[in-house]
């Protein structure tokens, strides 16, 4: 789950991440070493972490580092609020109005509504992940609440992770994993997630094969550059 942050050019430049040959990797170990040597070929700050879901094996580089989290941080926002429509004290049918206040600007279907449009929790949640609309973000945030937010961060034990300006690569893959576990306990409610996140065009597919299906959610924020990425490759 690399998050990164780096100047601005190339334009894309997540696409020129893969230009070191990749030598024979036969541990976690080896392939720790291998991203190291294939980070220091670029400027920026890098920060990665990676968990096989078979073995829980792991490995990471400046994993508990703060980077700007923009529009990724909708993923711990929607684990949330999923969790609570598990527990039984949410619905994805129950409305919500946007306030004036929610209104952060950029584009989306609910940045783009007038100040008091009504939408199911389950409309916005879907256009936080699939749209990269903040807007949406925040109408979330104000429902749940931030101490809601802030408890379920440290039930899960999120401790590089401040909603909604920073997260961690450590914390970011600690979402999905247990998104991941979830899922299989319960798909009747976490599938429909997993099914928004499935529908993003993340960065992290460019050197992967096409048959490879993922679940992800970047963020990118454009003054700094900031480049974020965090996917399950299923």
Known sequence: ?????????????????????????????????????LLAEYPGNYGLQFIDLNTDQVIGIR???????????????????????????SSL???IEVLQTDKIGGTGSISESPAGTKFT???????????????????????????????????????????????SPGDMALFLRELYRLEN??????????????????FITAPLPQEIETASKTGMFGAIPSYNDSAIIY
Do not use: H
Not at 75 to 83: A, D, E, I, S, W
Not at 121 to 142: H, I, P, Q, W, Y
Not at 186 to 201: D, E, K, S, Y
């Open 121 to 167: 929790l389950g409309e916005v949640s879907a256009a936080s992940l699939t749209e990269n609309d903040m807007t949406a973000v925040a109408v979330l945030m104000r429902y749940i609440t931030p101490g809601r937010l802030d408890e379920f961060l440290e039930t899960i034990g999120a401790k590089n992770t401040i909603i909604p300006e920073y997260s």
């Open 185 to 202: 306990v319960n798909p009747g409610i976490f599938t429909a997630l997993t099914v928004n996140l499935r529908a993003a065009q993340p």
């Open 93 to 95: 049918s129950e409305e």
């Open 1 to 37: 789950n690399p998050a990164v942050t780096q100047s601005p050019e190339p334009a894309e430049p997540w696409e020129e991440l893969w230009s070191v040959p990749l030598f024979e990797t036969s541990s976690m170990e080896d392939l720790k070493e291998y991203l190291e040597v």
């Open 63 to 89: 994993e508990s580092e703060k980077y700007i989290s923009a529009d990724s941080i909708s993923l711990p926002v929607n684990l949330c609020l999923y969790t609570l429509v598990a527990e039984g004290s």
